[in-house]
């Protein structure tokens, strides 16, 4: 008698494939924290700079007029792009997206397996269309000459980030297309 584990739904993927999913979700993890790491330095040092190091140093007799973080507010607003456009991305690769539940239980369940990875090409897809009109509005702010408020720096290379995590978010459907055992589960609690 045979006890060896059932075959798996999917055959797995590739190990390159499987080792550049897992690299680059490390890698938007990694920027993603380190932006919001960012926000949370600038909004609370500025806060501390005004509320409590500003009065102290007046009441010292010190005249140090404004003592906040000069464009904390703007990094950390730019920061803030840069983390949730990146989430995207982190929420494809971990399933944590929101999924409606609308037209579930429309086909019979024999072709969900087949059902799943048209929904995948078809959302990728769809990404990437998203992506390309995002890389325009990028293009017109760079053409135009877009600057960040405040810092007199041009402001596409934040906005870039939009088609970013986009397509990164598209290039992981593809692959759940291809390989659908990379295609995280989704929790058990997720309506």
């Known amino acids: 008698m045979n006890h060896s584990s059932p075959a798996p739904a999917h055959p797995p993927a590739p190990l390159a494939v499987t080792r550049l999913l897992a690299g680059w979700h490390w890698l938007e993890k990694a920027v993603a924290m380190a932006a919001y790491v960012l926000i949370s330095f600038m909004l609370v040092s500025d806060v501390m700079g005004r509320e409590f190091a500003g009065p102290l140093l007046r009441l010292l007799g010190f005249d140090v007029g404004a003592t906040g973080i ?3 507010q703007k990094i950390a607003l730019y920061a803030m792009i840069v983390g949730s456009f990146l989430g995207l991305g982190i929420a494809t ?6 999924l409606p539940r609308i037209a579930f239980g429309w086909v019979p369940a024999s072709w969900g397996p087949k059902v799943d990875r048209l929904a995948d090409a078809v ?4 990404l990437c269309t998203v992506a390309w009109y995002a890389w325009v509005f990028v293009e017109s702010s760079r053409e135009a000459g877009t600057v960040m408020a405040t810092f007199e720096a041009p402001v596409w290379p934040i906005q870039a980030v939009i088609p970013l995590g986009f397509l ?10 291809l390989w659908p055992a990379t295609r995280p589960r989704p929790p058990e609690f997720q309506e």
């Open 70 to 72: 000069y464009g904390s």
């Open 93 to 98: 690769a971990t399933g944590a997206h929101l």
């Open 123 to 126: 959302t990728g897809t769809i």
């Open 168 to 177: 990164s978010a598209a290039l992981r459907y593809f692959i759940f297309a």
